[in-house]
């Protein structure tokens, strides 16, 4: 009888132990499924260049922006990209995040901007161009971070219109945003300015 | 003979249907029948259109439209005069001009030696069989040759696999009459596909009808079915929500077997499969003389 009583309050303890490491085991899982891992914004260009090619067969890459948070490394967990087809006259944006689109839209305002050039710099290499041209000294002085950094070809470069430049945009709570505008091809920086 | 004068269904019926039954063989075969990998999973046609989250994307773009836009409006004005770099050309392009001219090079071969073969129609002497037993060499390798080019050909316009997607309709409902399928993608793409009595007699007897075929996004979208006939205009319409594979072709089958106006699409029995490519085959060449 004691034999019997110790053997059934062994195995409650072992059911018992069993549901408590299941348990722990989804609460470490459930934050792992809610946020899918950060990458750089190259990643997600074959994906979204299939869906473009989809929507139409002259669909070029004009722009992209990060749709979530940056980390340290230039990576965030969701990117938007932007195709102009010329045929159609129309833009459409896509936005990756863990490997899948997530969300499709026409941007509804005239874009017809120059598709980028090839062979940009990925998202990690032009933030640390960026942070070293002054963007790490404006986190530090003004308790400033990474914004917002966004790919295209022309509109903020300065002296060669044909360039495709990273832009990053660096916020502080106390102090203007700071801009530093890098050369997508070469990782030099073009230029910097507050405002 | 016989039997087919006896049929009830006019000729052409017979052909439609002859055509629908060879067309089931291959991606309507019973999932066992299929490829590994092609079981077909059931989904469910909605009445009302699934609301999903709808994520914002290309925000600073959008707070900052006025003064980007501006700037592309600037560079349009700005002149640059710059030396032209003409683009890289495909080299599979010169390939084929390359591959043109060796079907020219092998096909006069052949024709100089079958009009010498057909000037020598005695073989005298040993040594005529042995030119002969040549140029059959040759002739072989030619053949080898071609099947080298339609290969290249092969790999380079049948082995990607784009992302695609099927929708057919199978059986016939159990009541109405569906005069035409109309089916609307995401994008606003919108695809009418009419029925004629024929294809609704294709379908009773097991034949499927293709309603759309063409490039998808590769994501998770919902498409919206309609059917207009007697007793189905007022149906209203079925969602079918699906994630079509990247550079895979997904099928949408949309069986009315079940299917009657009066509960709506929700009656039609919609299944989802993915057609997994299969090792290319090897190229074959039939030759002749005009084409070796």
Redesign the interface.
């Known amino acids: 009888m004691d034999d019997l009583t110790r053997r059934s309050r062994n195995r409650r303890a072992e059911s018992g132990s069993a549901v408590a490491f299941a348990f722990a085991l989804a609460l470490a899982a459930a934050p792992a499924l809610a946020e899918p891992p950060a990458f750089a914004a190259r990643e997600g260009l074959e994906?979204v260049s299939?869906?473009a090619?989809?929507?139409s067969a002259d669909a070029v890459l004009v722009?992209l922006?990060n749709?979530e948070d940056l980390d340290g490394a230039g990576r965030a967990t969701?990117w938007?990209y932007?195709f102009h087809s010329p045929s159609q006259a129309r833009a459409r944006?896509?936005?990756v995040?863990g490997g899948?689109?997530?969300?499709?839209?026409?941007?509804d305002?005239?874009?017809?901007?120059?598709a980028l050039g090839a062979g940009w710099l990925d998202s990690g290499a032009a933030l640390a161009a960026a942070e070293a041209g002054g963007g790490e000294r404006f986190r530090n002085d003004h308790r400033g971070r990474l914004l917002?950094m966004?790919l295209?070809r022309?509109?903020?470069s300065e002296g060669d219109?044909?360039a495709t430049t990273w832009t990053l945009?660096y916020g502080s709570p106390g102090a203007p945003s700071l801009f530093v505008v890098v050369d997508a091809a070469t990782g030099r920086i073009q230029r910097t300015w507050r405002g | 003979m016989a039997s087919l004068r006896r049929s009830p269904l006019p000729r052409r019926a017979r052909a439609v249907l002859a055509l629908a039954l060879v067309l089931l063989a291959a991606p309507l075969a019973p999932p066992a029948a299929r490829a590994q990998g092609e079981s077909v999973t059931i989904v469910k046609v909605e009445r009302e259109k699934p609301v999903r989250e709808?994520?914002?994307?290309?925000?600073?773009?959008k707070a900052n439209?006025d003064f980007?836009?501006a700037?592309?409006d600037r560079?349009r004005v700005?002149t640059?005069e710059?030396r032209a770099g003409a683009t890289e050309l495909d080299p599979r392009f010169l390939r084929y001009r390359e591959l043109l001219a060796e079907i020219a090079r092998a096909k006069d071969s052949v024709a100089t030696a079958a009009d010498e073969r057909e000037r020598h129609a005695l073989f005298s002497s040993v040594g005529d069989l042995a030119k002969l037993e040549a140029e059959l060499d040759q002739m072989e390798r030619l053949l080898a040759a071609q099947g080298a080019r339609l290969g290249v050909l092969q790999a380079d316009f049948t082995g990607r696999q784009?992302?695609e997607l099927d929708v057919l309709v199978t059986g016939a409902a159990l009541a109405g009459v569906v005069d035409s399928v109309i089916v609307t993608l995401?994008?606003g793409t919108r695809v009418v596909a009419g029925l004629d009595d024929t294809q609704r007699q294709a379908l009773a007897r097991g034949g499927a009808f293709e309603v759309f075929r063409g490039?998808?996004?590769?994501?998770?979208q919902v498409i919206e079915i309609r059917f207009a006939g007697d007793g189905w205009s007022q149906a209203g319409s079925g969602y079918v929500t699906l994630e079509p594979t990247?550079?895979r072709l997904t099928f949408l089958r949309l069986d009315l077997a079940q299917a009657q106006p009066a509960r709506g699409l929700a009656s039609v029995v919609a299944g989802l499969w993915r057609h997994e490519p299969g090792p290319p085959p090897a190229p074959t060449a039939e030759a002749n003389r005009d084409e070796p």
Not at chain 1, 100 to 107: C, R
Not at chain 2, 54 to 61: D, E, G, I, Q, S
């Open positions: 994906l299939a869906a090619q989809a929507w722009y922006e749709d969701r938007g932007l944006a896509w936005s995040r899948k689109l997530v969300a499709a839209e026409n941007l305002m005239r874009f017809d901007a120059p917002t966004l295209m022309g509109a903020l219109p044909d945009v | 709808k994520r914002p994307t290309l925000r600073f773009l439209r980007i836009r700037r592309f560079l700005t640059l710059r784009r992302t995401e994008d490039l998808v996004e590769p994501r998770e990247r550079d």
